[in-house]
């Protein structure tokens, strides 16, 4: 379902992703795990067609996502890590405008809307406006809004940060019936690595933008010959705490790109 | 055509919505016109060319025209600040689409506005020279605004943040106001002045405003409007290109 390899991206002197390589099947779920600034938010906009490679080969669905963005886009949905609400809509404006860049069909609108926001307890809130929610409504209300539609590939961007059990629970509970009822091919990258176990059937961690290693939870925990996953991660990354690179990066790329009109 | 509508919707929401927002733009041409249309009138008066109210009143719609079209075109970059901008941009529907209800509702909104200030004119004692011509200020405000839209949403799409838009403030927005002829005839300019002038579209916008509402033609309608058309479709032309290749 994605084919990546040797996919490379820099700006400028950082190169944040630097030749990674793997596979996801259809109908698995696949998590993408590292440490903060291991290139896991720059390798999912790649993907999910909002930043064009500097070299490598990409495929979704054996699609080029730099040449093929449109089909690409009908393919997948994605929960991003950064607020992506409109703070002057309301809740349900802002369901309504993402089921009409989605093609909901008009008669289900309703109906799916109603169900999330209730799954997600923002149905009593769904007529005030989303710059009033509180940082873990806005998050619950991005959730929502990324399962409203039934893509071939769901990405999950860090999508429990800052959220509580219940809501985690809830999260999980169904993006899991979404993989099993309708097959749906879920990537997701988190920091909780009890997560990433519960739900994933495979997993790569990449750090320093390379992939240091892949496979199910099982194999990793045997790779690195520990009993959890957690203790696994640690020592494949090191247990020396990152800054946040992709600060960084992002600043590397507001001075170069100022006036590059969204050419890098 | 359901996105295009929804972009469109969604400017007029929060247009509607922020009423605070709506009387505090209409600061700026009020002050205009009062200080400038009754501060000037009497020297106007003097060098025989009639009442400076009158003659400014259209000047002061194109301007706020402008200046709103402008701005809420590059409400995109608030929407890459505040993280909406990335929701359209994945969404599998032509960006061109997005685009364009963006700039339909960036040129709706500049028109209400536009016309809120005409009756602001009226209030302070501007009248139109003929009410049969007011259609055809409608349509020129609507061209106005659609070529400043979209050139706001070319503007949102090139920049990378807000803080550049200062700049363009001053390089652009602002001489392009101050070159229109706006605030004084354009007869008998000084050489370079005039030629400036005649590259400056909202002259041709302004003229044409003039024309219809108080009968007074620089360039003449026809050449008006075809500067005002043209000038929309190329710059719609150009910002589609920009906004189809942001990244984010």
Redo the contacts between chains.
């Keep these: 379902m994605i084919h990546v390899n040797g996919l490379v991206q820099r700006f400028g002197e950082l190169t944040a992703v630097d030749g990674i390589s793997f596979d996801v099947r259809a109908g698995e779920i696949f998590a993408f795990l590292g440490p903060n600034g291991a290139g896991k938010t720059t390798t999912i906009?790649m993907l999910?067609?909002?930043?064009?490679p500097t070299s490598g080969k990409l495929e979704i669905d054996g699609l080029n996502p730099a040449t093929h963005a449109?089909e690409v886009?009908?393919?997948?949905g994605?929960v991003?890590q950064?607020?992506?609400?409109?703070?002057?809509?309301t809740a349900y404006?802002n369901m309504?405008?993402?089921a009409?860049?989605?093609?909901v069909p008009r008669r289900e609108r309703g109906e799916r809307i109603e169900r999330l926001l209730r799954i997600f307890e923002l149905w009593e809130r769904r007529n005030d406006?989303v710059k009033l929610f509180s940082g873990g409504m806005k998050r619950r209300l991005e959730i929502a809004r990324g399962l409203l539609h039934t893509p071939k590939i769901l990405f999950l961007d860090e999508p429990t940060l800052g959220l509580d059990p219940q809501t985690r629970n809830q999260l999980w509970t169904h993006v899991k019936n979404l993989n099993q009822t309708e097959g749906v091919t879920v990537f997701l990258t988190t920091h909780y690595m009890d997560e990433a176990e519960r739900v994933a059937q495979r997993i790569a961690i990449i750090d320093h933008g390379k992939i240091v290693a892949q496979g199910s939870p099982q194999e990793l925990k045997l790779q690195t010959g520990k009993d959890s996953l957690e203790e696994a991660f640690l020592a494949l990354t090191g247990s020396a705490i990152r800054d946040d690179a992709a600060s960084s990066a992002d600043q590397l790329r507001?001075m170069a790109?100022?006036?590059?009109?969204?050419?890098? | 055509m359901s996105v295009i509508y929804i972009m469109w919707m969604r400017e007029m929401k929060r247009y509607i919505r922020s009423r605070a927002q709506i009387v505090a733009s209409l600061g700026q041409p009020i002050l205009y016109l009062v200080a400038l249309g009754f501060g000037l009138g009497p020297v106007f008066q003097r060098a025989g060319q009639g009442n400076y109210v009158q003659f400014v009143a259209p000047g002061i719609i194109g301007m706020t025209i402008l200046f709103s079209s402008v701005f809420s075109g590059a409400g995109l970059l608030w929407d890459r600040q505040f993280g909406f901008l990335k929701e359209t941009l994945v969404a599998p529907v032509p960006r061109i689409q997005v685009m364009l209800g963006r700039t339909l509702g960036a040129a709706t909104v500049a028109v209400m506005q536009g016309t809120l200030v005409g009756i602001v004119c009226f209030a302070v004692g501007f009248r139109p020279a003929d009410y049969r011509q007011l259609p055809l200020a409608l349509l020129f405000m609507l061209m106005i605004a659609s070529l400043f839209a979209a050139l706001g949403t070319a503007i949102g799409s090139a920049l990378q943040n807000i803080q550049g838009f200062q700049m363009i403030m001053s390089f652009l927005v602002m001489p392009i106001f101050f070159l229109s002829g706006a605030l004084y005839p354009l007869r008998d300019l000084p050489k370079l002045l005039a030629a400036i002038v005649s590259i400056d579209p909202l002259a041709y916008g302004v003229d044409g405003l003039r024309t219809a509402l108080i009968g007074l033609s620089h360039f003449g309608t026809m050449l008006d409007a075809a500067v005002l058309l043209l000038g929309a479709t190329l710059v719609l032309f150009i910002g589609s290109r920009l906004f189809s290749r942001i990244q984010v």
């Design positions: 906009k999910t067609t909002l930043l064009r449109h886009r009908k393919r997948f994605i991003f950064d607020p992506s609400l409109d703070g002057d809509m404006e309504e405008m993402h009409v860049f989605y093609h406006l507001q790109r100022l006036w590059a009109g969204g050419r890098r």
